[in-house]
Nanobody, 122 residues
């Protein structure tokens, strides 16, 4: 299983960005997929997760009502729409998979992408 993120970049405070994560391999439908983020010197932080059903979603309190996670099984892709971005959302964003049940615990995901940088300027 391989994951590849895209869609990051430099945006202004209050703007929106949509991240994409393409998951290769025939087991996409078997796994939950999550987004985490990390800034230098800090641990990887849970952002959002979606279960095998697209309606089974979870969010960190810091992004709830601003971010939306979705999955498209036909495209083996997961998306993270980030609205009303703030400077504190600046981080490298990673998608992760490999567990059948969504979880906020990073070590429970077996597969990770390389990450995509999101920078929000004030």
């Amino acid at each position: 299983v391989q994951l590849a993120e895209s869609g990051g970049g430099l945006v202004q405070d209050g703007e929106s960005v949509r991240l994409s994560c393409v998951v290769s391999g025939r087991t996409f439908n078997h796994y939950a997929v999550a987004w985490f983020r990390q800034v230098p010197g800090k641990e990887r932080e849970f952002v959002a997760a979606v279960g095998r059903s697209a309606s089974d979603t979870y969010y960190a309190d810091s992004v709830k009502d601003r971010f939306t996670i979705s999955r498209d099984n036909s495209e083996t892709s997961v998306y993270l729409l980030m609205n009303n971005l703030k400077p504190e959302d600046t981080a490298v964003y990673y998608c992760a998979s490999g567990t059948p049940v969504p979880t906020k615990i990073a070590r429970q995901y077996a597969y990770w992408g390389q990450g995509t940088q999101v920078t929000v300027s004030s």
